[in-house]
């Protein structure tokens, strides 16, 4: 666990008292509390990582169990990978087939049109792109690979010498945390000690403040089943959840839905729209692998080795492994269009 304020390691962020009680605790590397969102709403939170707050982003990392956070994500990447067949199949029905728009469409419609009628003058069958919908999947989850498959692979590599941010957070997610077992043991002297001089009543009352008490600061329970070392998603690296993490921001690519035709069926909107979300993902991406490069800097300079921990090196490093990520993925889409098929991908950034 860590230190949401300073990325500081930290033995728990909670501590229990009699009563059932439960206090935040305190840092001792920069006196603030190790987990303020500890107390925060959902939605809270979500507002912070949309912000791209760095605290938000440690808090979920570090001090959620890693393989509970795993199955939370995972179950994320389906909708993702709908969500960009969607705005890539929106693009390719609107842009390409456009007479105009800041997207290019007139130049890419007049270059189909020929195509077209030269593939029709031959007897060959003609298929719209957007019309590919088994192209549109394969080329998108092959897209979505080549991003996140750069960066962890770039990570990896980058980190290779401190592993602590990766490696060692994932080994202390997938067992119970200090805090939780203080908390579960204080309940339990505490309902022991009290169980001679009070009644069943008062002892069960008091149990069930505790279990609430706990319930409230959403602390899950210890349990082998649920922190059993072989789950898959302890496994994962960190940097992919925090990608898996960071790219929630497509689900605003569903706002055009809401708003009616008159922006989702409107070429220039659907590209702006298109460009808006994916600035924002890549922004989202930088925030939340930065706190996973943080992490492992920190780790090496605590350990002696010579690695900077600045907030700007970290930020550097964050930014230069998204951009390979775009590169890697740019570059796919430029091989496809190169290759097999000039009319089915409308460029990365147009």
């Known amino acids: 666990m860590r230190c949401v304020e300073c990325g500081a390691r930290v033995a728990h962020v909670v501590r229990s008292f009699g009563g059932g009680g439960v206090r935040l605790t305190v840092c001792h590397h920069c006196d603030a509390f190790a987990d303020k969102y500890v107390e925060y709403e959902l939605l809270l939170i979500v507002l912070d990582l949309l912000l791209l707050r760095g605290p938000a982003y440690r808090h979920v990392l570090f001090n959620v ?4 956070l795993a199955r939370a994500l995972l179950k994320l990447l389906p909708a993702y990978l709908c969500l960009d067949v969607y705005m890539r199949w929106k693009r390719m029905g609107l842009l390409l087939l456009a007479p105009g728009g800041t997207g290019g469409g007139g130049e890419q419609a007049q270059a189909m049109a020929q195509a077209r009628s030269a593939a029709l003058a031959r007897g060959e069958q003609w298929t719209w792109p957007f019309e590919r919908h088994g192209a549109i999947i394969a080329l998108e989850a ?3 690979a080549l991003y996140w498959g750069a960066i962890v692979l770039a990570t990896k590599a980058c980190c290779s010498g401190h592993k602590g941010g990766d490696d060692s957070a994932g080994k202390d997610a997938g067992r119970p945390s200090e805090g939780r077992r203080m908390l579960s043991a ?15 009543a008062e002892n069960a009352a008091a149990a069930r403040s505790s279990v609430a008490a706990a319930a409230s600061l959403a602390i899950p329970a210890s349990s082998p089943a649920s922190h059993s070392s072989s789950d898959a998603g302890s496994r994962l690296p960190l940097v992919l959840l925090a990608l898996l993490l960071s790219s929630f921001g497509k689900f605003i690519s ?3 839905l809401v708003w009616g035709p008159e922006y989702s069926l409107v070429p220039d909107h659907v590209h702006w729209a298109a460009r808006g979300v994916q600035a924002l993902v890549w922004a989202s991406n930088v925030a939340a692998v930065r706190v996973v490069v943080r992490a492992a ?4 300079r605590s350990r002696g080795a010579a690695a900077a921990s600045s ?3 970290a930020t550097l490093r964050a930014m230069a ?3 390979l990520g775009i590169a890697a993925r740019a570059a796919g889409e430029a091989a496809y269009r190169a290759f097999v098929d000039p ?3 409308p460029p990365l950034f147009g």
Not at 186 to 200: F, G, H, N, V, Y
């Open 321 to 323: 492994l998204v951009a």
């Open 186 to 200: 204080t309940a339990a002297d505490d309902s022991s000690s009290s169980s001679d001089e009070s009644s069943p």
């Open 297 to 300: 800097m920190d780790d090496a």
């Open 65 to 68: 169990p890693r393989p509970a």
């Open 142 to 144: 092959a897209g979505i």
């Open 311 to 313: 907030s700007s090196s």
């Open 254 to 256: 569903l706002l055009p």
């Open 343 to 345: 009319f089915m991908l």
